[in-house]
């Protein structure tokens, strides 16, 4: 089962890029994971809803021209379903057992959100919590998570 983080916009600080760089190698002992980036649509202030929206289906485009039609899709949403580390690491090794080798891919989007289309193409919806981080951030943060779950799967020591 290949791993897929799908984002949007580009990692341009090098502790970020260190710093994933560090957990991609980590996890070269448990299961690949890939990275994939989709350019941002450049969003200028003020814009109605509306044009927030099209710009939000237009990163989402982006998004699905990355993910196979048979991809398990998780989206990173704040009104997604919270969990724990253990919780998440279940969540993964279900998808290992059940998903016939199909990619699992985490999506998270643009400082805007989610479109309504890639909204509607996901399988399961889960939140790191109630507060906003920055989208560089949240690919280490999430990448970190990936690394403890594959430790708690193999049932290797984890930081409590």
Same mark, same amino acid.
């Given at each position: 089962m *290949?791993?897929?983080?799908?984002?949007?916009? &580009?990692?341009? /600080?090098?502790f970020?890029?260190?710093?994933?760089? /560090?957990?991609? &190698?980590?996890m070269k002992a448990y299961n690949k994971v890939e990275i994939?980036?989709?350019?941002? /649509? &450049?969003?200028? /202030?003020?814009?109605?809803?509306?044009?927030?929206?099209?710009? &939000?289906?237009?990163?989402?485009?982006?998004? *699905?021209a990355k993910i196979k039609e048979d991809s398990y899709v998780i989206t990173l949403e704040i009104g997604g379903k919270a969990l724990d580390s253990i919780a998440f690491a279940k969540l993964i090794q279900k998808e290992k057992i059940q998903g016939s080798g199909r990619d699992l891919v985490l999506v998270i989007g643009g400082s805007n959100g989610l479109g309504e289309n890639i909204l509607k193409r996901s399988d399961n919806r889960i939140s790191f919590g109630k507060m906003t981080y920055p989208h560089q951030l949240m690919r280490v943060i999430l990448m970190e998570q990936i690394y403890r779950a594959h430790r708690i799967i193999s049932g290797e020591p984890y930081h409590k």
């Open positions: *290949l791993i897929k983080i799908i984002a949007v916009g &580009k990692i341009k /600080e090098k970020y890029q260190d710093a994933l760089a /560090e957990y991609l &190698k980590r994939v980036e989709v350019p941002d /649509e &450049k969003a200028p /202030e003020n814009l109605s809803e509306k044009e927030i929206n099209q710009i &939000k289906n237009k990163e989402g485009e982006k998004i *699905l």
